[in-house]
């Protein structure tokens, strides 16, 4: 669904390049960065919003220069602080489509206070997290996302703090959609970025993002064609989670309460698991699941309804002035106790 | 007091006549003394009297019962002329237990009224307030004080023995015997105080009953007791005519962002984490949705702010509020509002620090903070309120200012202003400077930091404007288009744009009113919640003769434009402040005069007598 007084006006009919600003994009050649880029905006287009009414607001780190490369309004704010910024925007702006543009330094560490409770509260805006696994505007020290033991510039011995996993927190947060696409996966990301756009509420989407700089190939399970076909486990509404090679199908089943990884053809079609977005327990089970020894799973984890925090606020201050009418500040100023000198 | 207090001789209720009285209400924190106090505020104002007030209670919600650091106290001074300050030394005492008459009684007149609770004065009270003898019993305190026993916990529950309440809540009711009692002394209506029981206590009749009577009876036990030799009436003060309310500090700031949210037009955010003594604030506001001002409980300090430069940068009035451990937090925030140069308005009501430190007492050290405390050259406005109801005016001039200029701007009021009260003459709203607020929707020639030539404030541009899409952020800017440059001589451009741009804003401000004359020996320079006392020490030294004069500033950035020729016109400059010497060292540095600071840091407002003192100090040591 699209910000409410954005349905009032008839978006044109745009293209891609309608999107583009007219900036230079700074980003090392080879970034994952240019391809999302280039998906946001050719997924633009398909929301139908004026462009007027769209804005990009973000953080600080690679990722969070992407506002600038937007032909809409933005704004690169401050380290961690754009899910803030951006629920003061709704609340001024209930109108506006809002996107999140962040990465894992900057949505997870220094601005994971404030990731949790834009999701918590399920503020309507749309939060790209771009996740390499790296700092990289700092030049490559280790992330909240590296995996355990990393070597890195700040971690010469290996990093000793565990990763927190995007999808997981998200939905621990009680986001009400939860996705993960990746950077190589140009169809799949075009797809996915939809439909969290169109999402009313807090929409999470992780994309694996490679920084061919200072993290090469992180998700290179998700990009080297053998692996991917391996690992790779497709979400779809309704359908069983099966993945692997057309002619040798593994399925993810439930064994009690613990999932578990078999071959498709030694299970009967009812122990298959059925992926529903709406059931959010069973994304949290999703999110958890990794190679090796299980499949990664991309698409939509969770998609449900929520009450949406400015709305609800807006709703109040509808009330307040339907039931008393509009405030008037020298009634105010006389109203209670007062007493006269003459 | 002007009349020293005379020993009550005998039953003759003469009525005596007052210029002015000071008074404090002290007990346990659940004693309902903040109660006590603001009635017989109330009650004071409908007596037509001038009145300035200093609750003081505790950090702790609950803190143990019977102890020292558990006492809280409400002190009011009121008069039949201007009064200035809650006042120095007390004129009556009213000790609801031990610990109160402890940590109060150094501060009562030789010669003043003394009331205790004596039922309070057991054992188990004592020991807790460290007495090892009750000091009741020592002969020297009623030589001393004019000192009244009165069990009040008894003649409460007499008075309403036959009601159904329990033990706990018939003894809360307590605290209204004191006020009746004090009422009596000082004539003061009880009517205001019997309308609040009756509004608040509506739905539980037991409870309205059961308060009606014990403030009854405190009032008729003054008029019968024998003990009460005279009481006192202070006649109404020489006050501007017009309609008056109490205003607290904090009740005035956010009504003031009330009044510029309707003049404006234009939808009002506000984004706070809860923090003492600025929580008032937030939940006034919260209580006013009608005026399109809307309040976000943010997730913490940072939110706050940057929640509040987002619904700037959607075309709302951004405006956050804190004490000073907060807008430490919001420093960064408070950059980007510079650099992105988008209007917001911070209140930082101080408190007594660094960190925690004292916070639910005031100080005035938060100016360094205001002026200097963000990374690099980081100009903003900075606006201070010098008495509760001027927070109105000081609200509502930083919305104006900071929209008209683009930029931030901070008022420091403090712990004393935002929970004081005063008599507040209501004003007309109509009478307020406009805010004129112009999003620019013109296409044609437009460039994200394009200039105002008079107050150089770039465009202010709602999102949904079409054609006008751009994009700004922390990053330098090129002056004119936006668009990032790291060119060296840009940037030094830019750095004296943001500073001249706030410098423009001295020409809102009006001439600066001087109180004495115009050129003499002192000028005492104060700012914030001091006013009053240095007003009243300031015209007592002239009283005596002397040559000194006044100014408070409430522009502390930029500084009014004519302060510097003023500072000129005096042999000698004093800055009395609650800090250890900060505006003293501005004005050294911008002016070069050789002023000297009168500082005390205790967590409490300045005395005007120390004032006082200082001034003749500094008159004396240039003679
Ligand atoms: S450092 Fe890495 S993430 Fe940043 S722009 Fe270069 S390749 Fe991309």
Known sequence: MSPSGADAKEAPKYTKKDFESDQDVRWCPGCGDYAILSAVQKAMPDLGIPKEDIVFISGIGCSSRFPYYMNTYGFHTIHGRAPALATGLRLARPDLKVFVVTGDGDGLSIGGNHMLHVLRRNVNVTILLFNNRIYGLTKGQYSPTSELGKVTKSTPMGSADRPVNPLAFALGCGATFVARTVDRNIPHMEETLKRAAHHHGAAFLEILQNCNVYNDLAWNVMYDKEQKVQYELRLQHGKPLLFGPADDRSAVIMDGVVPKVVKAKDVPESALWTHDERNVNAAKLLADLFAPDFPIPVGVLAAVEAPVYEELMLQQEQKAISDRGPGDIAKLLTSGDTWKIS | ?623
């Open chain 2, 1 to 623: 007091m002007s009349e020293t207090a005379t020993p009550a001789t005998g039953v003759s209720k003469s009525l005596k006549e007052l210029d002015r009285a000071v008074i404090r209400f002290a007990g346990d924190s659940g004693d309902g003394m903040q109660l006590t106090g603001e009635q017989f505020t109330t009650e004071s104002a409908w007596a037509g009297n001038d009145i300035a007030t200093l609750p003081n209670f505790p950090a702790e919600i609950r803190a143990p019962a019977g102890t020292l650091f558990g006492v809280s106290s409400f002190q009011l001074q009121f008069g039949s002329q201007r009064v200035y300050t809650p006042g120095d030394r007390l004129d009556c005492l009213v000790a609801m237990n031990p610990a109160a008459l402890k940590v109060h009684l150094g501060d009562l007149k030789t010669g003043g009224l003394l009331i205790v609770n004596t039922q309070a004065f057991d054992k188990r009270n004592l020991d807790k307030a460290g007495y090892a003898a009750n000091p009741l019993d020592d002969p020297t305190l009623a030589e001393r004080y004019r000192l009244h026993k009165v069990d009040m916990t008894a003649l409460t529950h007499e008075a309403i023995k036959d009601l159904a309440l329990n033990a706990k809540e018939k003894d809360r009711t307590k605290n209204f015997f004191a006020l009746g009692l004090v009422s009596w002394i000082y004539t003061r209506p009880l009517e205001p105080t019997l309308e609040w029981i009756r509004k608040k206590f509506g739905k539980t009749p037991s409870i309205a009953e059961a308060n009606t009577r014990v403030l009854k009876a405190g009032h008729a036990f003054g008029e019968t007791a024998e003990i009460f030799g005279e009481h006192y009436a202070v006649e109404p003060a020489e006050m501007a005519p017009g309609l008056y309310r109490a205003m607290t500090g904090n009740r005035a700031l956010a009504w003031g962002l009330l009044a510029a949210a309707q003049r404006s037009k234009v939808p009002l955010v506000y984004g706070a984490y809860p923090i003492t003594p600025a929580s008032d604030i937030l939940h006034e506001l919260a209580l006013h949705k009608r005026f399109r001002v809307r309040t976000i409980q943010a997730e913490d300090e940072i939110a706050a702010v940057t929640s509040a430069i987002g619904a700037s940068f959607g075309g709302a009035i951004g405006v956050t509020g804190s004490s000073g451990p907060g807008v430490a937090l919001k420093g960064e925030g408070i950059g980007l509002a510079v650099m992105a140069e988008l209007p917001l308005v911070i209140f930082d009501i101080q408190r007594g620090g660094p960190s925690t430190g004292l916070p639910t007492k005031t100080e005035q050290a938060d100016l360094m903070q205001a002026l200097y405390g963000r990374n690099s050259e980081s100009p903003v406005v900075v606006l201070a309120p010098a008495t509760p109801g001027d927070c109105f005016y000081i609200a509502y001039e930083a919305v104006r200012i900071a929209a008209k200029y683009m930029v931030p701007v901070i008022v420091l009021s403090d712990g004393f202003l935002a929970n004081g009260s005063e008599p507040w003459l209501i004003p007309d709203p109509a009478t307020l400077p406009p805010i004129e607020i112009g999003f620019r929707t013109e296409k044609d020639g437009f460039f994200p930091y394009l200039r105002d030539p008079a107050t150089l404030a770039r465009p202010w541009v709602r999102p949904g404007t079409p054609g006008l899409e751009h994009r700004i952020g922390g990053i330098e800017k090129q002056d004119v288009t936006g668009n990032i440059s790291y060119d060296p001589e840009n940037h030094d451009h830019m750095v004296r744009t943001r500073a001249e741009k706030v410098r423009r804003v001295a020409q809102e401000i009006p001439p600066t009113s001087i109180n004495g004359p115009a050129t003499g020996d002192v000028l005492v320079v104060g700012w914030g919640g001091t006013y009053g006392a240095i007003t009243a020490a300031v015209e007592r030294t002239r009283a005596e003769g002397k040559s000194v004069a006044s100014i408070h500033l409430r522009h502390m950035n930029p500084l009014p434009p004519d302060l510097g020729h003023i500072l000129r016109e005096y042999r000698r400059v004093l800055v009395p402040e609650i800090n250890s010497g900060q505006l003293v060292r501005v004005l050294r540095a911008e002016y070069l005069v050789d002023a000297v600071g009168f500082n005390r840091v205790r967590g409490l407002p300045l005395a005007s007598e120390e004032i006082h003192e200082a001034i003749n100090q500094l008159l004396g040591s240039q003679a």
